[in-house]
């Protein structure tokens, strides 16, 4: 079985549509040929018979009657010959001595021409009885008035040819159909010609896209496809150049994370190993000071274990949720109660805003009590000693807002369009000493986004970083 690429295949697609089209115009022009060809002899005769309708009647004259048709019918056939060399009919193109040929023919016209021309006639008298011709006089299309000094004596009438007996004009059509036939191949030889190089043309970004794609699937990140036109491919070319970035930037950012989660790991693993191996040794002793400095380093290593666990979960969107209607105002209140020891711990200072009559929400609590948590645990992580944390909530435009605004430090723009990507952390004020391994921010994203909201850095009017959560009411929702 012969296998076609798609530039074969186009090129036989648009050749075919081009053989049809030529095929159907083709017999198109061949029927309307024989019909129109026919229907202009027939337009001719007619001329004719104009001719001989008056000499058939200076002749019914000078005769008395039309009984000269019965004595001497060879009148008429001398009436017909001097009519057609009168106005004969003109030449179709051709040769030299075919032309030579129907000149000297016009003198002496064929007996069998006179005859069949002959048998077509019906001519009757002024009654409408007929006086000559053996045919329906239903067939005639158009009577020829025969008339003598302004009175009628009868008329005269053809019988339309109803297909081409002639040879000149047999062998006029037949030369005018192989003309057309030649021109039909002629123009599928050019379609042919144009089709082939058109076929690549369009093929070739099809190719390129192909070729970049069997690159990028072999990890070639960096492979670009030119965008060369506006329509369809030119989009195709362009969507393709946005995944291949895309895939590129999620290749770094997996790299990275993995390297930062080796990195988050080694750390506690090498200072347990330490301190177990300087126990061993006899240089450090077994005491309760070692013990809670081995405790500490394995409750940071479940934790960061713990919340790379659940943001996987909330990654493949197995996370648990358990929707309910909740009072977020007192989810809120709660998870800042149970953070505000920390805070005072810190001279930090909490002021707190929300409405009195509650905000009912349909969410789940457990989820919305780690954002806040989360949310809370990173203020007072990363903000100074002294400094100030406001939270407001209020529902507005058919969703709920809060918003956690802390004092100095800040962070840059670009460093805020970061602060939720997974083990990011800003350099300077949030570093390893401070705890975390940037994980807690990612996890709130997931929630909020879970709950078809929408969480956002913006830079705090006192000077730190001002979060805010925006998670639109249900129509269940009051």
Not at 151 to 159: D, I, N, R, S
Not at 267 to 274: D, E, Q
Not at 367 to 391: E, H, M, V, W
Request: charged share 25%; net charge neutral.
């Amino acid at each position: 079985m012969i296998k076609l690429n798609v530039t074969r295949r186009v090129f036989l697609a648009i050749l075919a549509a081009n053989a049809i089209i030529v095929l159907c115009m083709f017999l198109i022009t061949q029927w309307s040929m024989d019909r129109g060809f026919l229907r202009y002899v027939n337009q001719l005769e007619q001329t004719r018979m104009e001719r001989l309708a008056a000499k058939l009647g200076r002749t019914c004259f000078q005769s008395g009657g039309w009984d000269f048709l019965r004595k001497t019918p060879e009148t008429l056939s001398q009436l017909i010959g001097e009519t057609i060399a009168e106005s004969p009919m003109p030449p179709p193109p051709g040769s030299g001595e075919r032309r030579r040929e129907r000149e000297s023919n016009t003198e002496n016209m064929p007996v069998r021409r006179f005859q069949r021309f002959e048998r077509r006639i019906v001519i009757l008298d002024n009654g409408r009885n007929p006086l000559l011709g053996s045919g329906s006089q239903a067939e005639v299309e158009t009577w020829q008035t025969i008339a003598v000094k302004g009175g009628t004596v009868g008329y005269l009438g053809l019988l339309p040819n109803k297909f081409i007996s002639d040879s000149h004009q047999l062998r006029f059509v037949k030369e005018q159909k192989l003309i057309f036939g030649l021109t039909a191949i002629l123009m599928l030889i050019v379609s042919a010609a144009i089709s082939f190089p058109l076929a690549r043309r369009l093929v070739r970004p099809v190719k390129k896209l192909a070729a970049a794609t069997s690159l990028l699937s072999n990890g070639n990140f960096d492979v670009r496809v030119p965008v060369e036109s506006d329509d369809e491919l030119g989009s195709l070319s362009r969507d393709f150049n946005v995944l291949a970035l895309t895939l590129g930037k999620n290749e770094s950012a997996r790299r990275q994370f993995v390297a930062d989660i080796s990195h988050e790991l080694r750390t506690p693993l090498t200072i347990l190993s330490g301190e177990i191996e300087a126990i061993q040794d006899g240089i450090q002793e077994l005491s309760q000071e070692s013990i809670s400095s081995l405790q500490a380093e394995v409750i940071r290593l479940s934790r960061l274990v713990e919340d790379l666990y659940q943001l996987a979960l909330s990654d493949v969107g197995a996370l648990a949720y358990r929707k309910e209607m909740v009072d977020l105002s007192g989810i809120l209140a709660d998870a800042v109660n149970r953070a505000r020891g920390r805070f005072t711990e810190k001279s930090i200072t909490l002021k707190v805003s929300m409405p009195e009559k509650g905000i009912p929400l349909f969410a789940d609590s457990d989820r919305l009590a780690q954002l806040f948590d989360n949310l809370l645990d990173n203020s007072q992580k990363y903000t100074d000693p002294g400094g100030t944390l406001l939270i407001g909530a209020l529902t507005a435009g058919g969703g709920v807002t809060i918003d956690f605004q802390d004092s100095a430090p800040g962070v840059t723009l670009e460093e805020r369009r970061r602060l939720f990507d997974r083990l990011f952390r800003v350099e300077g004020s949030r570093n390893r000493a401070l705890g975390g391994a940037g994980l807690g921010l990612a996890i709130c994203r997931n929630i909020v986004e879970a709950h078809e909201g929408i969480i956002e850095a913006l830079d705090s009017p006192i000077g730190g970083v001002w979060i805010r959560v925006s998670i639109p009411l249900a129509k269940g929702d009051i």
